[in-house]
């Protein structure tokens, strides 16, 4: 059973950093590529940082240059470190895994997300 579970969300002012974790299983993470996600009150889902199995990362324009995301050694450990945070960055964040789009907003595997509110 694929379980993917966030944690590290929270409340932070504007210019703070906060690092997102998520830590995967059930599935075979040498081959999965994977990416965090977010939503905001009344948005649309936004894909915001992609990690493919060869390495390569995608990040979109809101958060490049402020946002890194990284595999542990493992490669079932997902990080989000967000610098620099700005009151549009308050969303839920999800990690996601396998099929992923950025563009398409989608995934195979989704956790239940972690709330970041950056307050002004």
């Known amino acids: 059973q694929v379980q993917l579970v966030e944690s590290g969300g929270g409340s932070v002012q504007a210019g703070g950093s906060l690092r997102l974790s998520c830590t995967a299983s059930?599935?075979?993470?040498?081959?999965?590529?994977m990416a965090w996600f977010r939503q905001a009150p009344g948005k649309e889902r936004e894909g915001i940082a992609s990690?493919?199995?060869?390495?390569?990362?995608t990040y979109a324009d809101s958060v490049k240059g402020r946002f890194t995301i990284s595999q542990g050694n493992a490669k079932n450990t997902l990080y989000l470190q967000m610098n620099s945070l700005k009151p549009e960055d308050t969303a839920m964040y999800y990690c996601?895994?396998?099929?992923?789009?950025?563009?398409?907003?989608?995934?195979?595997?989704w956790g239940q997300g972690t709330q970041v509110t950056v307050s002004s």
């Open positions: 059930g599935f075979t993470f040498d081959d999965s590529d």
């Open positions: 996601a895994a396998g099929l992923v789009s950025l563009r398409e907003k989608s995934a195979k595997y």
């Open positions: 990690i493919a199995p060869d390495g390569r990362i």
